[in-house]
């Protein structure tokens, strides 16, 4: 697979984003082109060598070995609301025109709470609510924070990785009644997944692929629902593909994410915006738009070559 992929002539890009994310102002990753189409690869910073090839893993797939058949034609998704204040929080949720909102809380308990309380304005009584943490309460923090928050969402659906590790999260578990969600990892026990969480939220590049999360979701004993890192619309097809082949379990999936971008690698008619809060699954994904891909194309040399090594290493473990 690898001799099939020029990865010497890979593109740099760097996208800035709508709204500072998790400390972020600017998306970067490379675009990986195979014989059958392209892929994105943007693995964390934070990931080491060997997981980072997982996310290499992930975005040759499409051009190479291909996804499996969807089941669906389309999936729901939620929006996505970072940690801004309510006035912005309130528009996102109003432009985005979706019935699910993944707010991201963790801070300040009284921000959380008023973000928290424009969504459920924005969203109306029907809509559902769902924060995400991102691992930075311990336990007794989480306890009084998810009490206050589904007070103030007038129910949450549930809290994605309130705490930081799986026995911290497992403590939790038997202290509130909202379901508890965890990013899955490929090397987590099913027992010891099940104890902590009620949810498994699955990441078709931090998996390997969507190969490779669906056999995880088929053996991990959990509900599944499919999210995704920043990414463009060629590195969110990915997730879609998953979703697509991943029966409806009544939660909407999150991958309406290239809203928090200012622009996109593919053409206008093919970002992935959502439509009454839906997303088209593809069997592959667009391939970039030359203007798009100029214009965010990295140019400083240093950036360049952070990236070309960090691809280097990644290669090292597909």
């Known amino acids: 697979m690898k001799t099939w992929i020029d990865f010497d002539e890979a593109p740099v890009f760097a996208i800035p984003l709508t709204d500072e994310v998790d400390g972020l102002r600017v998306y970067e990753g490379m675009l990986i082109e195979g014989p059958q189409g392209w892929g994105e690869f943007s693995a964390p910073s934070d990931c080491n060598e060997e997981r980072a090839g997982h996310w290499l ?77 991102g691992g930075n309460w311990d336990v007794d923090a989480a306890v009084t924070a ?44 099913p027992a010891e997944l099940s104890a902590s969480a009620d949810i498994a939220m699955l990441n078709a590049g931090a998996l390997g692929g969507v190969r490779r999360a669906l ?24 997730g879609l593909a998953l979703a697509g082949v991943l029966p409806d379990i009544g939660f909407d999936s999150e991958l309406a994410t290239v809203g928090l971008l200012t622009g996109d690698l593919v053409s206008a008619g093919r970002t992935l915006i959502p439509v009454d ?37 990644a290669r090292r473990h597909i």
């Open 146 to 189: 998810i009490e206050t928050l589904d007070q103030a969402a007038g129910g949450l659906q549930f809290v994605e990785q309130p705490c930081r590790t799986l026995g911290e999260t497992a403590s939790l578990r038997t202290r509130v009644s909202i379901a508890i969600a965890v990013p899955i990892d490929a090397d987590m026990a």
């Open 215 to 238: 056999r995880v979701a088929e053996t991990c004993g959990l509900p599944c629902v499919v999210v995704t890192s920043m990414q463009s619309s060629i590195g969110t097809a990915a």
């Open 57 to 133: 893993t992930a975005s040759i797939e499409a051009g190479t070995v291909g996804w499996p058949d969807p089941v669906r034609g389309r999936v729901p998704v939620a929006v996505t609301v970072p940690a801004v204040d309510p006035a912005r929080a309130r528009k996102m949720v109003a432009e985005a025109a979706c019935q699910t909102a993944a707010v991201r809380v963790g801070g300040e308990l009284a921000e959380d709470v008023a973000r928290v309380e424009a969504v459920r304005d924005a969203l109306g009584p029907a809509g559902a609510i769902r924060c995400n943490a």
């Open 277 to 313: 809060g839906y997303l088209p699954v593809a069997p592959m994904p667009a391939g970039p738009d030359a203007d798009g891909l100029a214009r965010f194309a990295v140019t400083d040399p240093a950036t360049i070559d952070r990236w070309r090594k960090r691809l280097k290493a």
